[in-house]
């Protein structure tokens, strides 16, 4: 069975400076997909950043980057230079094989990060 | 930019009531999900929808829940007698058959369901 564990429920980042939230995960398929969605205070999904699992390089959207290590099953998001707006829930969340499913996702427990001044 | 729609925002209702969540998903997409989140806990996949029928469903989706796309573009969620424990954020999603770069789920901004 697929599993995403985030082991960080709640991280604290000074403003202006890069932070590192822990995703790790488990399956057996050898196609996978990996991605991290933000949730404000709000409410909404909003989609930052996806990594296939036969990506060579580690993906990038601005200041969002996946630190992909297959073999470690970890993909970790970094937020570099931190900003105020970027306090939310950040959850994890992984996509099953395309054709042994039709691509609904497992959402680990979520970071909540927040942003000093 | 296309964005999935959620209606109502928030709907409140009484124990045993029916209760219908309304979607209207991008317009070119293929593939429809409903989640939902208990408050404070992590988003938990219901059900995926492609063809005009149930491609997926988790062990929650079970007989009380129904879904539908009655005209093309609504896609609905219907739980027929509510329960306390269905009291959750509800999001649809959807995507394209086959992104070529992602799987990319667009989300709805979701609905709040409150069972009293």
């Known amino acids: 069975a697929q599993k995403i564990t985030q082991t960080q429920p709640g991280m604290f980042v000074q403003e202006k400076e890069a932070v590192t939230l822990d995703c790790t995960y488990d399956?057996?398929?050898?196609?996978?997909?990996l991605f991290w969605y933000k949730q404000p205070s709000s409410g909404e999904m909003i989609f930052l950043i996806y990594?296939?699992?036969?990506?060579?390089q580690n993906a990038t959207e601005g200041r969002y980057s996946l630190n992909f290590q297959k073999a470690r099953k970890s993909a970790n998001l970094v937020i570099s230079a931190s900003q105020l707006g970027d306090s939310a829930m950040y959850f994890c969340?992984?996509?099953?094989?395309?054709?042994?499913?039709?691509?609904?996702?497992?959402f680990g427990k979520g970071t909540k990060l927040s942003v000093k001044p | 930019e296309p964005e999935v729609t959620q209606t109502p925002s928030h709907q409140v209702t009484q124990m045993g009531q029916e209760v219908i969540l309304r979607c209207v998903p991008i317009?070119?997409?293929?593939?429809f999900y409903w989640y939902r989140q208990i408050l404070g806990q992590k988003v938990e996949f219901l059900v995926s929808?492609?063809?005009?029928?149930?491609?997926?469903k988790s062990e929650i989706f079970d007989d009380q829940f129904s879904v539908e796309r009655p005209d093309g573009s609504n896609f609905t969620l219907k739980i027929r007698s509510t329960k306390l424990e269905d009291s959750a954020m509800y999001f649809c999603?959807?995507?394209?058959?086959?992104?070529?770069?992602?799987?990319?789920?667009?989300f709805g901004p979701g609905t709040r369901l409150t069972v009293t």
């Open positions: 990594q296939g699992s036969y990506d060579q």
């Open positions: 999603a959807s995507r394209l058959e086959s992104a070529a770069t992602s799987y990319e789920q667009y």
């Open positions: 969340a992984m996509r099953g094989a395309y054709g042994g499913s039709q691509g609904n996702l497992i």
């Open positions: 929808f492609y063809n005009n029928e149930i491609s997926e």
């Open positions: 399956t057996s398929d050898p196609s996978y997909g």
């Open positions: 317009s070119n997409h293929l593939y």
